[in-house]
């Protein structure tokens, strides 16, 4: 059993980084998906713990807080974080339903480690196998 994380719009140098911060706080296996429709095709297809969605989606340059509203539609969609270093972008996304997101800038504190962290280990999410 294992944490499965999908990671939204990053540019290849992020989601790297992404990657590799959470492989190593939580030993994650991380996805990636760059448009709304790679999104809803892998949550068909897979259990994800959580969901992070870049504000900008890069390869489109689509609103991730319009993503994270379409998504929340679903009942069955997993908890969705915003990666985003704006506070206004960061409450847009929890008032849209994501749990409090981190930016690229914050990623190394040991603060962002602990929130994901305890989120994990909370329930918010289910373990997949």
Do not use: W
């Not at 540019?11 to 790679?38: M, P, R, W």
């Amino acid at each position: 059993m294992g944490v499965r994380i999908l990671d939204v719009g990053q540019c290849g140098f992020d989601h790297a980084a992404i990657t590799g911060f959470l492989q190593h706080i939580v030993s994650a296996h991380v996805d990636a998906a760059n448009t709304a429709q790679e999104v809803e095709k892998l949550l068909q297809q897979n259990q994800y713990n959580l969901v992070l969605v870049n504000r900008i989606l890069d390869r489109d340059h689509s609103s991730g807080i319009d993503l994270i509203k379409h998504l929340r539609q679903n009942p069955n969609c997993p908890p969705l974080m915003l990666v985003s270093n704006l506070p206004d972008a960061q409450a847009k996304a929890v008032a849209a339903g994501a749990l409090q997101g981190f930016g690229k800038a914050t990623i190394h504190l040991p603060q962002v480690a602990e929130h994901l962290q305890a989120v994990l280990a909370a329930g918010h999410v289910q373990e997949t196998q």
